[in-house]
Nanobody, 125 residues
Framework: VQLVESGGGLVQAGGSLRLSCAAS????????IGWFRQAPGKEREEVAC????????YYADSVKGRFTISSDNAANTVYLQMNSLKSEDTAVYYC???????????????????WGQGTQVTVSS
């Protein structure tokens, strides 16, 4: 499994970016794909998750209403559309993949095994 992120960059507060996570070596419907971020001095945070052909999505409260996760299954790519960006969104963003082995109350139990190299997002205020 290989994951390659792209789309990061420098943007002004209030602007938008779309991150892409191109996946190879996996069957999309069998995996949960998550977007994480880590800012300097802070713990890694899961910001969004997508699985089971879009029947399950998760957003952290910090990004709810501003970020949207979606996929192009034919291209094996998951996107993170980020709108109304804030300075506190500045971080390295990673995508990760996990083969879904268990689902509890419709929520996949994840333990991400595969990670991309990350893409830097910098939001200037």
């Amino acid at each position: 499994v290989q994951l390659v992120e792209s789309g990061g960059g420098l943007v002004q507060a209030g602007g938008s970016l779309r991150l892409s996570c191109a996946a190879s070596g996996l069957t999309f419907d069998e995996y949960a794909i998550g977007w994480f971020r880590q800012a300097p001095g802070k713990e890694r945070e899961e910001v969004a998750c997508y699985s089971d052909a879009g029947t399950y999505t998760y957003y952290a409260d910090s990004v709810k209403g501003r970020f949207t996760i979606s996929s192009d299954n034919a291209a094996n790519t998951v996107y993170l559309q980020m709108n109304s960006l804030k300075s506190e969104d500045t971080a390295v963003y990673y995508c990760a993949a996990d083969l879904i082995k268990r689902v509890v109350a419709g929520v996949p139990v994840t333990n991400y095994d595969y990670w991309g190299q990350g893409t830097q997002v910098t939001v200037s205020s």
